[in-house]
């Protein structure tokens, strides 16, 4: 087959494949509400394509001292403030805020440890459409890695270690 027409039949597949979703995004017939789930293909097209993006994005991320006392502390303060209605802690079983949203934010008191950039990149600059704010817009990656030194601890703690922290003073 000749390259000209192997082009063109490229470039005919592309269109017909943007007129497609054109129509169908102009269709209005997929539901975006938030209290109904996606489709197990988008669901696993958007986990994927946000997973990848994280990934790739904090590698080089230089990790700042997430064992320091004084900055979980302060980061559980934080995290009091700012993360707790959405993400729970420890003793904090449900939220009114956390009820509407999907997808659900994870419970980051019954999670896994995330490697410390990657918790920095989302509390730093959020994910599109999941309700997880961009902090960086507020926060100082100071403040920033504060949080992500307190959420790395806090699968760990107890209802009781984690009210204690987060009500101390600076």
């Keep these: 087959m000749a390259p000209a027409r192997v082009l063109l039949i490229v470039a005919a ?20 509400r938030a209290d109904d789930h996606h489709t197990r293909l988008t ?4 986990e994927q394509l946000r997973e990848r993006s994280i990934e790739v994005r904090a590698r080089a991320i230089p990790v700042t001292a997430v064992d320091d006392p004084a900055g979980i502390a302060a980061g559980a303060r934080q995290y009091a403030a700012l993360c707790a209605g959405c993400h ?12 509407g949203l999907y997808p659900h934010p994870p419970n980051l008191s019954q999670e896994e440890v995330q490697p410390a950039q990657r918790a920095f990149w989302i509390v730093k600059h959020g994910i599109k459409m999941s309700a997880m704010p961009a902090w960086g817009k507020t926060l100082d990656d ?12 806090l699968p760990s703690m107890t209802p009781e270690s984690y009210r204690e922290l987060s009500a101390t003073t600076p």
Excluded: H, M, N, Q
């Design 43 to 46: 669901l696993s097209i958007i």
């Design 13 to 32: 597949t592309l269109a017909a494949l943007a007129a497609g979703g054109g129509l169908f995004i102009e269709s209005g017939s997929y539901d975006i």
């Design 88 to 99: 729970l802690a420890p003793g904090i079983a449900k939220s009114a805020i956390r009820a």
């Design 142 to 153: 100071a403040a920033t890695w504060e949080i992500v030194a307190f959420v790395r601890k």
